[in-house]
């Protein structure tokens, strides 16, 4: 079977046109806990904002489909689909193009995060429901990957880190090169530009929609922070260092936007909370970011909103998500437009 890359396939940038977003209803009791009521408001918000910019289907178990349609409003289209959990970019499709716009899709292995959670089974097998469900040509992919463990320019190149996708829990012996030809074949990608880690305490193990993303080709965002007694500093330096180093596939260096940090929130355990101004979603027209209720909320939308002077940026809040551990990029993933789409090159 031939690969996606080899049939013309890329996987678009976010800030392309979008037929849809796809989200998925907060379930899983265990990790929720008493705040799975507040979650599933906070996903909720989410949604409903979304469905302002372009259309939302929200997947949920059939036992939870008169809830989420009524918390999520008339706005926005309710699925009934088995699922264990409810982070849609991790366990929905990863969708592709060619050059006239046509649809498929790559259904990555699943394994529960590296086996940080059992059950899921439903989760796993996701990607293929919604994929057929679309009615897009399927690739089954070799390799586990969650869909926050990447980020595409859209033009041929790619951001992830090492300590996600070389991950020994997810992709046991598989090699960096290795790596990066899975990629290359399946996103339709030429360049790889690759982060040492992610985020403190992290669950995921190092998704890069947690730390950095692309803006627009040759511009990324990502976090920083002075406080040299944050754990996250020397990790967080390096990532600017090694993007600053960076070319594009188009040997462009990049021009690269710092975000601020926000306080160092924890669980009740003592875990850190990824609290992340780079986890947000590029909606058709929108930018829909978190907001934590602290003073650095006011700078990440400025900053966003001079980022994205043709978007409207909205900012809500996403405490009640985090808490789960991921944010508002974390739980929602982008079905791309049909139609012409924009000349991907790949170098």
Same mark, same amino acid.
């Given at each position: 079977?031939?690969?996606?890359?080899?049939?013309?396939?890329?996987?678009?940038?976010?800030?392309?046109?979008?037929?849809?977003?796809?989200?998925?209803?907060?379930?899983?009791?265990?990790?929720?806990?008493?705040?799975?009521?507040?979650?599933?408001?906070?996903?909720?918000?989410?949604?409903?904002?979304?469905?302002?910019?372009?259309?939302?289907?929200?997947?949920?178990?059939?036992?939870?489909?008169?809830?989420?349609?009524?918390?999520?409003?008339?706005?926005?289209?309710?699925?009934?689909?088995?699922?264990?959990?409810?982070?849609?970019?991790?366990?929905?499709?990863?969708?592709?193009?060619?050059?006239?716009?046509?649809?498929?899709?790559?259904?990555?292995?699943?394994?529960?995060?590296?086996?940080?959670?059992?059950?899921?089974?439903?989760?796993?097998?996701?990607?293929?429901?919604?994929?057929?469900?679309?009615?897009?040509?399927?690739?089954?992919?070799?390799?586990?990957?969650?869909?926050?463990?990447?980020?595409?320019?859209?033009?041929?190149?790619?951001?992830?880190?090492?300590?996600?996708?070389?991950?020994?829990?997810?992709?046991?012996?598989?090699?960096?090169?290795?790596?990066?030809?899975?990629?290359?074949?399946?996103?339709?990608?030429?360049?790889?530009?690759?982060?040492?880690?992610?985020?403190?305490?992290?669950?995921?193990?190092?998704?890069?929609?947690?730390?950095?993303?692309?803006?627009?080709?040759?511009?990324?965002?990502?976090?920083?922070?002075?406080?040299?007694?944050?754990?996250?500093?020397?990790?967080?330096?390096?990532?600017?260092?090694?993007?600053?180093?960076?070319?594009?596939?188009?040997?462009?260096?990049?021009?690269?936007?710092?975000?601020?940090?926000?306080?160092? =929130? @924890?669980?009740?355990?003592? *875990? !850190?909370?990824?609290?992340?101004? $780079?986890?947000?979603?590029?909606?058709? &027209? %929108?930018?829909?970011?978190?907001?934590?209720?602290?003073?650095?909320?006011?700078?990440?939308?400025?900053?966003? =909103? @001079?980022?994205?002077?043709? *978007? !409207?940026?909205?900012?809500?809040? $996403?405490?009640?998500?985090?808490?789960? &551990? %991921?944010?508002?990029?974390?739980?929602?993933?982008?079905?791309?437009?049909?139609?012409?789409?924009?000349?991907?090159?790949?170098?």
């Amino acid at each position: 079977m031939t690969t996606p890359s080899a049939a013309g396939l890329v996987m678009p940038a976010e800030w392309e046109r979008h037929a849809r977003c796809w989200m998925a209803w907060p379930c899983r009791l265990d990790l929720w806990g008493d705040g799975l009521d507040a979650a599933r408001s906070a996903y909720a918000e989410v949604a409903r904002t979304i469905a302002e910019f372009e259309p939302v289907t929200m997947v949920c178990n059939p036992a939870d489909v008169a809830e989420a349609s009524l918390a999520s409003g008339a706005g926005v289209d309710v699925m009934s689909m088995p699922i264990d959990d409810s982070w849609m970019r991790d366990t929905g499709p990863t969708f592709v193009v060619d050059h006239e716009g046509a649809l498929a899709a790559i259904d990555w292995r699943f394994n529960g995060w590296g086996n940080l959670y059992g059950d899921y089974e439903n989760d796993a097998d996701l990607a293929r429901r919604i994929i057929e469900h679309v009615g897009a040509w399927r690739y089954d992919a070799p390799v586990v990957l969650e869909g926050g463990a990447i980020d595409v320019d859209g033009e041929g190149t790619l951001l992830t880190t090492e300590q996600c996708l070389l991950d020994p829990n997810r992709n046991p012996g598989v090699s960096r090169s290795e790596m990066e030809r899975h990629l290359k074949d399946h996103l339709g990608v030429g360049t790889v530009i690759w982060l040492d880690r992610g985020y403190e305490d992290d669950e995921t193990a190092g998704h890069i929609d947690e730390i950095a993303c692309f803006a627009r080709p040759g511009v990324v965002l990502a976090l920083a922070t002075d406080d040299r007694q944050d754990g996250n500093h020397p990790v967080f330096q390096d990532n600017l260092a090694r993007l600053r180093d960076a070319r594009d596939a188009h040997g462009r260096r990049l021009e690269v936007i710092e975000l601020p940090l926000p306080k160092r =929130r @924890d669980n009740a355990d003592g *875990r !850190r909370i990824t609290l992340s101004y $780079a986890n947000f979603y590029i909606a058709n &027209g %929108g930018v829909v970011m978190p907001g934590f209720e602290v003073a650095a909320d006011d700078r990440a939308f400025k900053i966003l =909103r @001079d980022v994205f002077p043709d *978007r !409207r940026v909205i900012q809500v809040a $996403a405490s009640d998500i985090v808490v789960g &551990g %991921g944010g508002i990029h974390c739980i929602t993933q982008q079905q791309p437009a049909p139609g012409p789409a924009a000349d991907h090159d790949v170098q």
